[in-house]
């Protein structure tokens, strides 16, 4: 099935303890795309870029199948920048500088080839433009994923309130599930906020590993232990592509394929850190895709 | 098959967010035979108290089974008393009184009656202590399982040096594998400390799970995500119990096995947590264990 994803393009500039880059492609959209490039055929996006976006990296979306109809370009405008440096322990990083540029009057706009998605991954950017999108789409996609931050429960709250209701799942780290919930217990935090609209909700929990809640339903998929983490930049957003793009393939929301849906997005992000920001996850065969997925049926499989 | 465990016997007085405690039964040895004893009957402990150490808690674990035929009993001495109090995150405490008292001088005797233990427990004391129990036995056990500490890879390094390549099996947590190995990727630490002689390595993340190492395998085990975490004492000594038990009483130190008995270990660590002290896992049914065994299958069982 088809699949949407709506969210940043940028440029990154990374610091980690193994080196750092000049500016590379970077965004939410363009992980989640990807990762999902590997999934499904029919991975639309709708972003927007400055005119001193390189074409050479939109034909390297063109080339994952990703159809760029929806990434409008702000010719006299400037791409979204962000550049962070992280810690030794690679758990936490700093911003060092954002330049929202064109992302400041983010207008997204859908084509009308876009219109029969049926899965949304509302990648993360300020509620009140996932609201707009949630709108100009004429019928409600079958299954909505919502990616949000600190940021927006900090200072988006009631446009995030009105937004929660309104999708299938939502994906969070276990940070943000303890701010938004004001409970340190996962298991409550997760209780209280399907409470706010979500009937399922992912807390990623980075290098522990991810958990699934639906109704009284848990679900945890480990991260798989890995001898280096080279850089954790858009892990989190290849994890969803690879799980929402999992989803459209398969076209099954049960709480079973979910977490088959899970695992593949665990899969796909463990790739994802192993080098500088996409350098992995452009160049997977599915070979080395089933091949990752079998090292979490490995790590996680038990008998009793 | 039987089980030997050597550790502490102590008092314990204890404050978390929930409550604070008087001194209650506590020690590593304490929790792990009772532990055990839900999974084997030849429950043989080796341990030293004071003369202020009540009748009644020694029968409460002869009540269990537990052989207490090696628990000294010092008349003129006091039992080892710990006290500490949790932040309120449940994963970080201070000690706020340690007096070691009779454990000051602990020597342990192995009654005859012991002589044929198959699985040996060294449960976290000094590795001086933990050495002497080996030198002790006339016969090598089939599976030896070492716990230890930061205090004594801090000051009693060369000590566990040489302890390590004697044991089959070491059980630490992460900050512990870290410190051991130097290194903070805990794939590589593990190959490090395992390097060092055990076979097998388990390392302990707490509410993150734990992890077991053997050569190029390895197996993760999730925690299970409770409501509420009342007193996380004892969580790892209840863990190596439940997993050194379930061991014994299959006589199979296969891998595969191992997986299983991580399981076990986890389940008595969850009950472990929901009470004060040893208040959780002196009541347990079979029951409730296999109820509690199958959670994990639910929480970690996935279909690729």
């Known amino acids: ?3 949407l994803t709506v969210g940043s393009v940028a440029f990154d500039a990374l610091e980690t303890p193994f080196g750092k880059t000049e500016k590379i492609i970077g965004g939410a959209a363009t992980y989640i795309t990807l990762s999902a490039s590997y999934f499904t055929s029919k991975n639309n996006l709708v972003a927007v870029v400055g005119g001193d976006f390189p074409a050479s990296m939109i034909e390297l979306l063109q080339d994952h199948g990703v159809n760029t109809d929806g990434l409008e370009i702000v010719q006299d405008g400037k791409t979204f920048f962000w550049s962070g440096k992280y810690h030794n322990d690679m758990n936490s990083r700093d911003t060092v500088e954002v330049q929202l540029n064109v992302m400041e009057n983010f207008n ?3 084509p009308d080839n876009y219109q029969d998605c049926q899965f949304l991954m509302l990648g993360n950017t300020a509620p ?7 709108e100009r789409l004429h019928n409600r996609p079958k299954f909505v994923l919502l990616d949000t931050m600190n940021l927006w429960i900090d200072i988006a709250l009631a446009d995030l309130q009105v937004l929660l209701p309104k999708v299938d799942c939502l994906t969070i780290n276990d940070e943000e599930a303890r701010m938004l919930s004001g409970d340190y217990s996962l298991r409550r935090a997760a ?4 409470a706010m609209g979500p009937k399922t909700l992912i807390i990623k929990k980075g290098e522990h590993g ?4 639906q109704g009284d339903d848990v679900f945890f998929c480990p991260a798989l232990p890995l001898e280096e983490v080279f850089d954790p930049t858009g892990a989190g957003d290849t994890f969803a592509g690879g799980f929402i793009g999992y989803l459209a393939k398969t076209n099954d929301i049960s709480f ?3 977490k088959s849906a899970l695992v593949y997005g665990s899969a796909m992000a463990s790739f994802c850190v192993e080098k500088f920001g996409t350098e992995r996850i452009v160049n997977l065969t599915q070979d080395e895709i089933n091949a990752r997925v079998q090292e979490f ?8």
């Open 1 to 3: 099935m088809s699949l």
């Open 210 to 213: 991810a958990l699934l809640f």
């Open 108 to 110: 997204p706009q859908i």
């Open 297 to 304: 049926v490995k790590l996680a499989g038990f008998q009793i």
């Open 128 to 134: 009140a433009i996932q609201n707009l999108v949630l």
């Open 191 to 194: 209780k209280t906020i399907m």
């Open 256 to 258: 079973e394929n979910m």
